[in-house]
């Protein structure tokens, strides 16, 4: 099976890039050697532009709804003396987010397969296909216990510091 898109790594960046592309017609394999929801030792505190762009793709009112606080002041402490800032409205943003990622990640998976992106977990990538000239071409997995090939016309790599990809 050859697609447009392989991305590999489904977590807020993996997720949300398979998502894009499917939603600007792309034919997406979104893959993670993890399983669906799992946790990271890791959170987003995620400024005005991550936001907004949350809320354009529709994903933002599920972080509010999930009881996420809204931080709408943050403090910077210096030796002297503390100064706290409040976060002022602008470009329909009220409030900036911290969510857990077993929610971000969950919530932009979910916002990947809605859009059409074909997510596959539980997949562990160990070879990068490459053709003549040295471009990502597909990738080599084994899922389920079983080997599997997928081509594809581009190969993103959003797998982490231990990228395989890269």
């Not at 987003?44 to 009112?61: D, I, N, S, T």
């Not at 990947?112 to 596959?120: L, M, N, P, T």
């Not at 899922?143 to 581009?154: K, N, P, T, V």
Request: glycine share 12%; charged share 25%.
């Amino acid at each position: 099976m050859k697609v447009d898109a392989i991305v590999v790594g489904a977590r807020c960046a993996g997720a949300a890039t398979a998502m894009l592309l499917a939603r600007g017609g792309a034919r997406v394999v979104l893959v993670d050697k993890g399983a669906y929801g799992t946790d990271m030792l890791s959170t987003h505190a995620l400024m005005r532009g991550a936001v907004l762009q949350l809320g354009r793709w529709g994903v933002l009112p599920e972080i509010v709804a999930s009881g996420t606080p809204a931080i709408r002041s943050t403090t910077f402490c210096y030796a002297e003396s503390d100064a706290t800032v409040p976060i002022e409205p602008k470009y329909g943003v009220g409030a900036l987010y911290a969510p857990r990622r077993t929610l971000l990640d969950r919530l932009l998976a979910d916002a990947a397969f809605k859009s059409g992106v074909d997510i596959r977990f539980g997949v562990r990538v160990d070879e990068v296909k490459v053709d003549s000239r040295g471009r990502a071409i597909g990738i080599s997995a084994v899922e389920g216990g079983r080997r599997r090939d997928l081509d594809a016309d581009i190969v993103i790599g959003a797998d982490g510091l231990h990228s395989t990809i890269a």
